[in-house]
């Protein structure tokens, strides 16, 4: 279910349409750098940009995926496209081999597109060498930067790129994409169940949808319970149970649902942040 087009790319609007202009008018950077917690869109962006960028059939901006240079990205043989890890390839002679071989021309699209992500792994070497090329890049060349941590980048690197700050998703964003999918695979998935699998995800949307593979793992009908369970949350009962013994200021009470919590094998840390949420509904209640 990962998006094929900026159109499919949930909760980033303000970006995905900056970045279909650019496509459409032609006035397309040469380095971009995409900001921004885990699973909100960065790499995947950053491959349809790569496409958008290559295609011979543009779709006001967005890629068509259907030309040869689209099929050519899609199947992972296009040479000319480059996806780098910087956490295992972070020193300096990785860089300089990128930076050597942008210089030719590309053998089969219009461009050479490298995406480095995880790119605040470098070593400041390597950021050096990334910085030569930055600065003089040849015009047939895009370099996309991804990162979860921007302060780590240096800000030589950061005033030569387009920085675009990927947000965290929406819980109701999260809750309608994930009906969509269950729909188009023929699950049920009720209203708060999408709701707990939205509020685990804490805003990812990549998150959110490993979560909800593991829930249908066990049955095509998810309901918050299950997705309790094979998530290792605590249910509702036991959640209210805990709080009712706070109430009483029943301590031995409050530890016996505790380690029933904890013998059932539930994340602890969710224990409590359910208990948390339990009380501030109850406020805004």
């Known amino acids: 279910w990962r998006p094929l087009t900026f159109a499919d790319v949930v909760g980033q609007g303000h970006i995905t349409a900056a970045l279909k202009n650019q496509v459409a008018s032609g006035k397309t950077s040469h380095a971009y750098l995409f900001c921004g917690t ?6 995947t962006c950053a491959k349809i940009l ?15 995926n259907a030309c040869p ?19 295992s390839n972070n020193g300096v002679d990785n860089v300089r081999e990128i930076r050597e071989e942008a210089l030719y021309a590309p053998s089969m699209l219009s461009h ?22 930055l600065e003089e890049p040849p015009a047939h060349a895009v370099f996309i930067l991804a990162t979860t941590e921007i302060h780590k980048v240096p800000a030589t690197i950061l005033s030569r790129c387009q920085r675009y700050d990927f947000r965290r998703i929406l819980p109701e964003q999260i809750v309608s994409h994930l009906e969509y999918i269950t729909g188009q695979e023929g699950i049920s998935l009720s209203r708060d169940a999408a709701h707990l699998i939205a509020r685990l995800s804490d805003g990812s949307m990549r ?4 979560l909800l593979e593991r829930a249908a793992g ?17 249910g509702r009962d036991m959640v209210c149970s805990l709080f009712e013994a706070l109430l009483k200021g029943d301590a031995a009470g409050a530890l016996e649902v505790f380690t029933q919590s904890y013998l059932e094998g539930n994340d602890i ?17």
């Open 50 to 64: 790569a496409r958008a960028v290559c295609c011979e059939n543009l779709q006001e901006g967005d890629p068509c």
């Open 69 to 87: 240079s689209c099929l050519a990205v899609l199947s992972d043989s296009a040479l000319d496209i480059s996806e780098i890890d910087a956490a």
């Open 207 to 210: 998150d959110a949808i490993s």
């Open 112 to 133: 050479r597109v490298y995406i480095i992500d995880e790119v605040h792994m470098l070593s400041q070497g390597a950021f050096n060498a990334l910085l030569k090329i």
């Open 269 to 285: 840390i969710s224990l409590f942040d359910e208990l948390l949420s339990l009380i501030r509904d109850i406020y805004i209640f």
């Open 218 to 234: 066990e049955g095509d009908d998810i309901g918050y319970d299950l997705v309790a369970s094979s998530l290792g949350v605590a």
């Open 38 to 43: 885990r699973g909100t869109g960065k790499t």
